[in-house]
C-alpha cells in the first residue's frame, strides 16, 4: 500500500530480511526465539554480507522488537540498517512486506505461515521439534533450536539458489 511505501523505501543495495520474531499470542512466548542467540546470528550475518532487516509484528510486540534491538546494539550490533514495523502493518500491508522480503526468518506463527503461502524464501526457527510446524518445501527450511552454524547454513542454502540474491 501506499502506507508501506513511506515506511518501506527501497534499497536495492540491500538484501530485505523480514524478522518476525513473534509470539505475542498470549501462551505463546515459548515459541520466540531466544534473543541473545537472534541477536548473534544477525550479527554475523551482517559481518558477511549487507543486509536491511524489517521487524515485523503486531502492536503488542514492539517492546519484544525494543528488546532483541538492545540486546543487537549491546553485542556490537550496527542498527542502522534496521527497522521496526510492529503495530503499523495491517494484515494486507504485512502480506505485501512479505514480498518485498528476499528472506523472511520467523517462529511458527501466522507471518510464517503467510510468508511460506507466498514462497518468500523462509526460515523458520522453532524451540521444539513439532512436526505439525514445519513445511515442506524448497523455499522454507526449519531449524529446531539453531546454533549460529545451522543458521548460517540456511542463509547460504537460500543465497546459493539464485544469483538475484535469494528471490
Known amino acids: 500500500s501506499s502506507d508501506l511505501a513511506k515506511i518501506l523505501p527501497v534499497n536495492k543495495e540491500l538484501i530485505r530480511?523480514?524478522?518476525?520474531?513473534?509470539?505475542?499470542?498470549f501462551g505463546a512466548s515459548h515459541k520466540r526465539m531466544p534473543l541473545d542467540k537472534l541477536a548473534e546470528c544477525f550479527i554475523r550475518w551482517m559481518k558477511i554480507q549487507p543486509i536491511e532487516i524489517i521487524?515485523?509484528?503486531?502492536?503488542?510486540?514492539?517492546?519484544?522488537?525494543q528488546k532483541f534491538l538492545e540486546i543487537f546494539i549491546a553485542s556490537g550490533g550496527d542498527e542502522k540498517f534496521m527497522r521496526d514495523c510492529a503495530g503499523q502493518t495491517d494484515i494486507l500491508d504485512l502480506t505485501a512486506l512479505i514480498e518485498t522480503c528476499n528472506l523472511f526468518v520467523t517462529t511458527d506463527s501466522g507471518p510464517?505461515?503467510?510468508?511460506?503461502a507466498?514462497?518468500?524464501p523462509t526460515i523458520c526457527w522453532l524451540n521444539s521439534n513439532d512436526i505439525t510446524s514445519i513445511h515442506n518445501h524448497s523455499w522454507v527450511r526449519c531449524l529446531v533450536n539453531p546454533n549460529i552454524y545451522d543458521f548460517m547454513e540456511a542463509v547460504s542454502y537460500f543465497k546459493d539458489l539464485s544469483s538475484k540474491n535469494f528471490k
Open 55 to 65: 521487524l515485523t509484528g503486531a502492536p503488542n510486540e514492539r517492546e519484544i522488537n
Open 17 to 25: 530480511v523480514g524478522l518476525n520474531i513473534g509470539c505475542g499470542t
Open 112 to 116: 510464517y505461515h503467510m510468508a511460506v
Open 118 to 120: 507466498l514462497k518468500t
